[in-house]
């Protein structure tokens, strides 16, 4: 018989494996979209930021920039110390509060059902609650767990209580409670209130030494003041007299005491916020938060210094409007009846017209990434960055590691031929004149204005 042979498997010849550098040039050039979009615009930022590093920003610049960066540094983390003192502040009202709502209603509901209210571990939660806000503000956390307390706006509105609510729990509290269990969990949250605002008002005084070096004249004397009222003897003092249980006047003290320690907190976290604005992106020095728009530089950016007279005596011209309107087209309403109003022809509207959309562009303040060690960056810069080193640095507080990752990637991309040579800055151009003919125009008259031999 004959052998049947069976057919052997086509062979599917699969690509070779990238190299580390293909990959890499992969992910850098076509993360997504279009490779060629993508590439050119980070070879652009490359090559821009690069020229920026080398050309503008000198040793004494760069010293002056670290010098800066350690006092934004240490403002900002003073800012988020703050706003963790006034953040638990707000919380332990809030969980005393809860407590004693909770008491109420375990009396209305007992009243209502006819049977005896039951006040055992009522409170027990917002108890845990405000012990646990004393063992926090004695830790010290790092600077990336404190950095989750640079916007506490939100958690700040969820932690409010109403003042109504507080006096009508000092109105409950006037009367000495007749059942012994409720007189023991009312008293518990009162002391360990009280233990809670000692524990910010210790933090708060130790906070502010550290604080104040970056305080000057009035605005220190002003925080000093406000902590020296807090301590005021007169402050200090309870009213035992009259028919009211002794709790009543002592929570009125240590509430009164809160509020204060607050507000002198509010008044530290104004002030730090004046001190610890960092402007620009410390790579390509573009502002954070670009200056508003005028007309004479809408006018100067579209190269129309000819016309500015007519344009702005002209009514209705606004460089708000101007660049709210930017992107609409020529033909609409609004850029009709600034052509009517300056008497600009079609090509000069259009050069207007492109000038506003390049302001409006410029005046949108730029997205920041702030870095683990406070120190701030625009947007695009960090994403560029990180996409050439994973491991990217602050470029403030590591700036000779950042210059070494800069400098390599850009003269590897330029030894690719992907970036062009860094442009230098050219000396003016001289042009000999003779001393024995007169210096003549193009039309072969007198030249105007001084002329250097």
Known sequence: PTRRSTPKPAIRMSAPAALPAQ?????????????????????GWLSRVYNVQKNKITPELRKKMKARAEVTQRLTRNTRKCNKLKLFSKQSNKAWSVGYSKIKKAQVEAKSSGRRASFTRIAEKEL?????????????????????????????????????EIAEILRELEREPADDEETKTKFALYETFLQTVEHIRKETFTFWGDAKQDFEGNSRGQVERTLKGIDNPDNMMVD???????????????????????????????????????????ICLDAFEAKPATLKGIIAEAKLEKFEKQITEAKNIDPKKLLANADKDATDTFWVEIAKA?????????????????????????????????????KECW????????????????????????????????????????????????????????????????????VSK
């Open 23 to 43: 990959k890499k040039e992969a992910k850098l050039m076509n993360p997504s979209g279009s490779k060629t979009d993508k590439k050119s615009k980070y070879t």
């Open 128 to 164: 845990g609650v405000m012990n646990q806000l004393q063992r926090q503000l004695s830790e010290d956390e790092d600077d990336n767990t404190m950095a989750r307390y640079d916007d506490i706006a939100a958690s700040e509105a969820a932690e409010e209580v109403d003042q109504s």
């Open 240 to 282: 035992f007299d009259g028919p009211r249980w002794f709790v009543h006047g002592m929570t009125c003290k240590a509430q009164s005491n809160r509020d204060k320690i607050t507000g002198a907190l509010q008044m530290i976290q104004d002030k730090l916020k004046l001190l610890s604005g960092q402007d620009s992106c410390p």
């Open 342 to 378: 300056t008497g600009l022809k079609p090509g000069h509207l259009q050069r207007l017209k492109r000038a506003a959309a390049t302001a409006a562009a410029a005046a949108a303040p730029k997205p920041v990434h702030v870095l683990a060690c406070c120190h701030k960056v625009c």
């Open 383 to 450: 994403d560029n960055y990180a996409q050439m080193n994973r491991r990217s640095k602050c470029p403030l507080c590591r700036s000779d590691d950042f210059l070494q990752d800069m400098a390599q990637e850009f003269e590897g991309l330029q030894g690719a031929g992907a970036v062009p040579a860094p442009a230098l800055p050219q000396p003016p151009r001289v042009i000999p004149i003779s001393p024995a003919s007169p210096p003549t125009g193009l039309a072969g008259g007198r030249v105007r204005g001084p």
